[in-house]
């Protein structure tokens, strides 16, 4: 998964949403492609929806 990581680890959800509609990909597609990655605990979630720091 390559996503607009910040320097200090963190994504911001609009940022990834954004960049993802620009690849013509849905919000859907960006939730499920995150799941595994949280429930494995490689990410945390802060938040919700587009304001959430995955």
């Known amino acids: 998964m ?3 990581v910040r320097g200090d680890g963190t994504v911001d959800a609009g940022e990834l949403y954004a960049a993802a509609g ?3 990909t849905t ?3 960006v939730r ?3 799941e595994r ?3 494995e605990g490689g ?3 802060e938040d919700r929806g587009r ?3 995955p």
């Open 2 to 4: 390559l996503a607009p």
């Open 22 to 24: 620009a690849l013509d």
């Open 27 to 29: 919000g859907q597609q």
């Open 32 to 34: 499920l492609c995150l």
């Open 37 to 39: 990655p949280i429930a």
């Open 43 to 45: 990410f945390t979630r």
């Open 51 to 53: 304001t959430a720091r």
